[in-house]
């Protein structure tokens, strides 16, 4: 391979990085379905699922506590969530989240945030991979993550 061909592959290597990285610092949510959850920030588990409501641009969401990225990705953990027609099930072992904008405060020492953004990838049966879940996770008053601008991609 010529000089001229790895200078070729250096800016879509770096755009992909770019890609991931910035789509890792978003949000994650759990349950079993897309609907707010009631849960402590602290214990996520042990919470109930809220009354669901769809999270739409036509009402205002009032702002919960901050988060913790592993917090956040304990609870949504197994959560299932519908985009484009089809429902996705968030596995914890290949979902990433990361907070948006800076911390709003340390919880144990540890950055928190009240959104996220997440990618989820899909692995379709007969393929290597399908196209990844894009979703935004919500702190929303008193203590609930509701699930927005949820959809699939491909690259």
Sequence with gaps: MSTH????????LLAG????AA???GACGGGSTD??????PASPRKSPVAPASEASGSGALQPGP???RDALLEHLAGRRIRANGRTIRVDAGTVTCGGLGRPTRDRRDEPAWTAFRCIQPTFPSG???GPDLIFVVQSVAPRSLVVTRR????Y
């Design 127 to 129: 393929s290597v991979a």
């Design 5 to 12: 061909n790895h200078r070729d592959a250096v800016p879509a």
């Design 17 to 20: 990085l770019l890609v991931a």
């Design 66 to 68: 901050p988060w913790t």
């Design 35 to 40: 609907a707010p959850r009631q849960a402590s």
């Design 23 to 25: 789509l890792g610092a």
């Design 151 to 154: 959809h699939l991609t491909s």
